[in-house]
C-alpha cells in the first residue's frame, strides 16, 4: 500500500521542498536530496517510472546547463576552465585510488571505482545552484559550469577506458549522436522560426528536444555509454541561438520551468534514495574519512587555479567544484553491478557522493555567497 503512495508522497516532497528553499534561501536541490535520503531509510525504493524520468532529468539538466555556455568566453577562457575542470577530477582519482589501495587494502579495480566516482564533479547540481542563485549570467558563473563540465569529461573518459570495452554499438551510438547533433544545430533554427509552430500550447520545439535527448539516453544504453557529454555538447551549440533569437529565449524559459516544476526534483529525489545509512554507519569511520579526502583533495588540485583565474570567489568556486551526484553514483553502480565493489562499499561511496552534494552546497550558499553583476558579453 505505501508502495502506491509513493507517486503522491514524492509529489508532496517536491512542492514541500520549494516552501523550505524559499524560506531558508537554500538550494533546493539540497532539500529534495534529503528528503530522497529520509524515504529511502525509512522503507520506500524507487519505482522504475521515478529511475528512467530521474535518468531523463539529470540528461535535461546536462543539456539546459550547455544552453548557459558563452561559446566565445570558453574558447577566450579555455584555460582556465581546463586547469581548473582537470585538476578537479584528476587530483582526487589518484588520492583516493591510491588511499583505498594502500590504506584501506581494497582491490584494485575497486579503488579505481572509488576513484573515478569521488572524481566527480555534479553539472546537474551545480547548474541547479548557479541558476537558483541567478550566477548562470556572470562570468564566474560560466567557468565555473566549463570548468564542471570537463570534470565529468575526464570522469566519463576514465570510466570508458579504464573498464567500458567498446562494441558495435559503441560505435553507432557515437556516430548516430554526431549526426543528430549537427542536423539540429544547422536546421534548428528553420523550425523555431517556422510560424506554423509559434506559439502552439502543444509546445511541439520542447517535445522535439525532449525526443532528442530521450534518443541520446537509447543510444548510450545500447553503446554502454552516458548521454551527459552529446546533451551538453547539443546544448551548447544550441546556446547561440537562445541568446540571439527572443522566441528561443521564451522556449528555453519554459523548458526549465518545466524541468524543475517536476522531472529535475525527482532526479535529486531518487538520488538521495540510494543512501543506506545502516550500511554507512557500521563503516562510519571509513564514510568520514572518504568524504574529506573528497573535499581536501578537489581544493588541493584547483586552489592554485581558482586564486589565479576567481581569485575574489575561489573558496565558493572550490565548494561548488567539490560537489558530487551523477557520475559518482553511475560509477558506483557499474562498480557494484559488475562484481568490482560490494554492497557495503557501495553504500559508503554513494553516500559521500550525496553527501557531497549538500554539504559543501550549504556552506558555500550560506557563507561564501558572491556578489555579483549580470555579465553584459
Known amino acids: 500500500m505505501h508502495e502506491q503512495a509513493l507517486p503522491l508522497i514524492v509529489a508532496g516532497v517536491i512542492f514541500l521542498s520549494s516552501l523550505i528553499s524559499i524560506r531558508l534561501g537554500l538550494s533546493v536541490a539540497i532539500i529534495e536530496i534529503t528528503f530522497g535520503a ?40 579555455f584555460k582556465a576552465s581546463f586547469f581548473i575542470g582537470f585538476f578537479s577530477f584528476f587530483t582526487p582519482f589518484i588520492i583516493v585510488l591510491l588511499f583505498t589501495y594502500y590504506i584501506f587494502h581494497w582491490e584494485l579495480k575497486a579503488s579505481l571505482i572509488a576513484g573515478i566516482a569521488l572524481s566527480t564533479t555534479s553539472l546537474a547540481v551545480v547548474y541547479s545552484v548557479l541558476v537558483e542563485t541567478g550566477l548562470t549570467k556572470t562570468f564566474l558563473g560560466k567557468i565555473i559550469m566549463t570548468s564542471t563540465f570537463i570534470t565529468d569529461m575526464g570522469t566519463a573518459l576514465a570510466l570508458s577506458i579504464l573498464f567500458i570495452k567498446p562494441t558495435k554499438y559503441t560505435l553507432i551510438f557515437l556516430i548516430v549522436s554526431t549526426i543528430v547533433i549537427i542536423l539540429v544545430y544547422r536546421f534548428s533554427l528553420f523550425l523555431l522560426r517556422n510560424k506554423t509552430m509559434s506559439n502552439k500550447v502543444i509546445e511541439p520545439e520542447i517535445k522535439l528536444i525532449f525526443a532528442i535527448l530521450i534518443l ?23 546556446s547561440k541561438h537562445f541568446k540571439e533569437e527572443r522566441k528561443t529565449v521564451i522556449i528555453s524559459r519554459k523548458l526549465r520551468t518545466i524541468s524543475y516544476a517536476f522531472i529535475t526534483p525527482v532526479f535529486f529525489i531518487v538520488g538521495g534514495m540510494k543512501v543506506s545509512l545502516t550500511l554507512i554507519i557500521s563503516a562510519f569511520a571509513m564514510f568520514v574519512i572518504l568524504f574529506a579526502l573528497k573535499i581536501l583533495s578537489k581544493f588541493l588540485g584547483i586552489w592554485l587555479f581558482v586564486t589565479k583565474y576567481l ?12 560537489t558530487g551526484l551523477t557520475f559518482g553514483t553511475i560509477s558506483s553502480l557499474f562498480g557494484l553491478q559488475s562484481g568490482f565493489i560490494n554492497q557495503t562499499q557501495y553504500s559508503i561511496l554513494v553516500g559521500v557522493v550525496i553527501a557531497s552534494a549538500v554539504i559543501p552546497t550549504f556552506v558555500a550558499q550560506r557563507w561564501y555567497m558572491p556578489k555579483y553583476e549580470e555579465d553584459k558579453t
Do not use: C, V
Open 311 to 322: 581569485k575574489e570567489n575561489r573558496m565558493y568556486t572550490s565548494l561548488l567544484m567539490s
Open 38 to 77: 529520509i524515504l529511502g531509510n525509512i522503507g520506500f525504493h524507487p519505482q522504475e517510472w521515478m529511475i528512467y524520468l530521474a535518468n531523463f532529468g539529470g540528461i535535461l539538466l546536462t543539456y539546459l546547463a550547455g544552453t548557459e555556455i558563452d561559446a566565445k568566453l570558453f574558447k577566450s577562457e
Open 216 to 238: 541520446f539516453i537509447f543510444l548510450a544504453k545500447l553503446g554502454e555509454q552516458h548521454a551527459i557529454l552529446p546533451a551538453f555538447i547539443l546544448g551548447m551549440l544550441m
